[in-house]
């Protein structure tokens, strides 16, 4: 799954670039709605995410495009790997800005754990 997002100013820190946390919101929001696609009428929430590291800063303007992949599917849990692209100004040439994986768990309507049922 593919989506895009462009930073705007009310996604800037001071210094100018995008804050760290929106990116975050950004990724838990596109690989939720894969999962809710993924495993239609299952409930899921956020566990983890891997080692988060900024290396490149995004800046006002940037078109970003997420691209959103299942790596592993457990009895209760699933994981994707997120890709955030953009072109670089000097370059134009599309380039991975920030890359993480994240999990989910599969939840009843009480919020305990529940195997989930592969469509």
């Keep these: 799954m593919e989506h895009y997002k462009i930073v705007l100013p009310a996604d800037l820190n001071d210094y100018g670039n995008l804050f760290g946390g929106t990116l975050l ?5 596109i690989a939720y709605i894969r ?4 495993m239609p009428g299952q409930h899921f929430v956020t566990i983890g995410l891997d080692n988060v590291e900024f290396r490149h800063p995004i800046r006002e303007g940037q078109i970003l495009r997420f691209r959103c992949q299942q790596t592993r599917v457990g009895n209760t849990s699933i994981t994707y790997n997120v890709k955030v692209y953009g072109a670089r100004y000097e370059t134009e040439t599309e380039a991975v ?5 994240i999990s989910f768990v599969c939840v009843d309507k009480d919020g305990k754990k529940t195997p989930i049922v592969k469509p």
Excluded: I, Q
């Design 25 to 29: 919101k950004w990724v838990d929001e």
């Design 35 to 38: 999962v809710s696609l993924d």
């Design 97 to 101: 800005l920030f890359e993480n994986n």
